[in-house]
Nanobody, 125 residues
Framework: QVQLIESGGGLVQAGGSLRLSCAGP????????VSWFRQAPGKEREFVGG????????YYADSVKGRFTISRDNAKNTMYLQMNSLKTEDTAVYYC??????????????????WGRGTQVTVSS
């Protein structure tokens, strides 16, 4: 079982920044794909971005490209989501997910077997 713990959410004004963390205590992410998803009220969970842990390569949804940056600390087994130029439409619960996935499957939430509990991000106008 992969345990995922998100932190760093909060309230920020539009144009501001937040950094989220996703920690995987007790084991290494190794060959996993580790990704961020978000879900706003009344909407489906959507892909934000992720990282192929083994090769340290990140990828993003078009809606956040250029504003959000994913990085990792391998020694801490932790992934980060740096969110800049936040917009009100970025308001959502942000979830960390992990799985042994490939290019064709990594952007779909239902393919991930391991999930954190989420952290709320609220962007005010």
């Amino acid at each position: 079982q992969v345990q995922l713990i998100e932190s760093g959410g909060g309230l920020v004004q539009a144009g501001g920044s937040l950094r989220l963390s996703c920690a995987g205590p007790g084991r290494t992410f190794g060959a996993y794909t580790v990704s961020w998803f978000r879900q706003a009220p009344g909407k489906e969970r959507e892909f934000v971005g992720g990282i192929d842990w083994r090769v340290d390569k990140s990828y993003y949804a078009d809606s956040v490209k250029g504003r959000f940056t994913i990085s990792r600390d391998n020694a801490k087994n932790t992934m980060y989501l740096q969110m800049n130029s936040l917009k009100t439409e970025d308001t959502a619960v942000y979830y960390c997910a992990a799985g042994l996935l490939g290019i064709a499957t990594r952007r779909t939430a239902s393919n991930y077997p391991h999930w954190g509990r989420g952290t709320q991000v609220t962007v005010s106008s």
